[in-house]
């Protein structure tokens, strides 16, 4: 099975060259030119998911900036655009680990010089990002929630949520498992976050999730599908964002915005921007 990766095509002739977010070549005529080492024993779904990621020129840009995840570009790539991310403020990351979004929250919020609070959580042990509280656990959990809850003081600027639920491999499943996360974020997004606060999260398309955007449309200014260049063009993932939260819950009537990757398309299709600012707590 042959697959393109995701990065910009040049070159003449026959010899066409991928080149990666940082300018590196990646040989992808054929599409996965490089195969993993030892393959003997895996399982062929984890044999196609370790070709991806060595020919993934995001898996090798994360690798090389010192990010641990990929997911790292992804945030970092809705931030270039949409600019959230603010010296100063209080952020949540649900679904935390291994930190990459932290990453990049703790450099463009300028933790530990600003006053900013970064506070995740996540399933799994996450290592240490200075300056930054995390919990182990649920945040489906009341009690994990009211920790995170106590941690961020209460308020914040933007709730973040990258979680995904483990696959079973049917994709329904999946579906209703991942929007049923989401769900959960939004609701501790509308407790915590303050007026023109910011919500981003992961969101499989597929229909189910659309009592969630209405939920979000009747909270926010604005709300947007967005597909950052790093998220995989054939994966079902897309990434929902809201801004300008107004909290007061009844149908505002404002646009819902569904919005392919600019930087793929190299334009935002029309979309107004929204100046989402922010208030300090
Ligand atoms: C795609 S990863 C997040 C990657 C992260 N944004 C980064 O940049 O490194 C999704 C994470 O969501 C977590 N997760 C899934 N369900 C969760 C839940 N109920 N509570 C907390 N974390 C959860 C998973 O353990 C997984 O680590």
Same mark, same amino acid.
């Given at each position: 099975?042959?697959?393109?990766?995701?990065?910009?095509?040049?070159?003449?002739?026959?010899?066409?060259t991928t080149r990666g977010p940082s300018g590196r070549s990646y040989r992808n005529d054929t599409g996965l030119t490089r195969q993993p080492k030892k393959m003997r024993g895996r399982k062929p779904s984890s044999q196609r998911w370790l070709t991806r990621q060595l020919n993934d020129?995001?898996?090798?840009?994360?690798?090389?900036?010192?990010?641990?995840?990929?997911?790292?570009?992804?945030? $970092?790539?809705?931030?270039?655009?949409?600019?959230?991310?603010?010296?100063?403020?209080?952020?949540?990351?649900?679904?935390?680990?291994?930190?990459?979004?932290?990453?990049?929250?703790a450099d463009r919020c300028k933790l530990g010089s600003s006053g900013a609070v970064l506070v995740g959580?996540?399933?799994?042990e996450t290592d240490v990002v200075e300056g930054v509280e995390i919990f182990v656990g649920?945040?489906?959990d009341p009690e994990m929630l009211d920790k995170v809850r106590g941690a961020v003081g209460g308020r914040a600027h933007g709730v973040m949520s990258d979680m995904a639920a483990a696959t079973t491999g049917h994709r329904p499943t999946d579906h209703l498992r991942t929007t049923a996360l989401l769900e959960?974020?939004?609701?501790?997004?509308?407790?915590?976050?303050?007026?023109?606060?910011?919500?981003?999260?992961?969101?499989?398309?597929?229909?189910?999730?659309?009592?969630?955007?209405?939920?979000?449309?009747?909270?926010?200014?604005t709300v947007r599908h967005v597909k950052p260049a790093a998220s995989r063009q054939e994966s079902v993932e897309s990434y929902v964002?809201?801004?300008?939260?107004?909290?007061?819950?009844?149908?505002?009537?404002? $646009?819902?915005?569904?919005?392919?990757?600019? $930087?793929?398309?190299?334009?935002?299709?029309?979309?107004?921007?929204?100046?989402?600012?922010?208030?300090?707590?």
């Open positions: 099975m042959t697959r393109r990766n995701s990065g910009r095509q040049s070159g003449k002739g026959g010899g066409a020129p995001f898996v090798a840009e994360a690798k090389s900036r010192g990010f641990r995840s990929r997911a790292a570009l992804k945030l $970092e790539q809705i931030d270039n655009r949409y600019e959230l991310l603010k010296p100063g403020m209080a952020i949540v990351d649900l679904g935390c680990a291994p930190g990459g979004w932290l990453q990049i929250v959580i996540d399933l799994l649920d945040m489906t959960a974020a939004l609701d501790f997004a509308i407790e915590v976050l303050v007026e023109d606060g910011f919500f981003v999260a992961k969101c499989f398309r597929g229909g189910t999730e659309k009592s969630v955007l209405d939920i979000m449309q009747a909270n926010f200014t964002l809201a801004t300008g939260f107004h909290g007061r819950g009844g149908w505002s009537g404002s $646009e819902a915005a569904s919005e392919g990757d600019a $930087e793929a398309d190299g334009k935002a299709d029309g979309l107004a921007d929204t100046d989402t600012g922010y208030s300090p707590i």
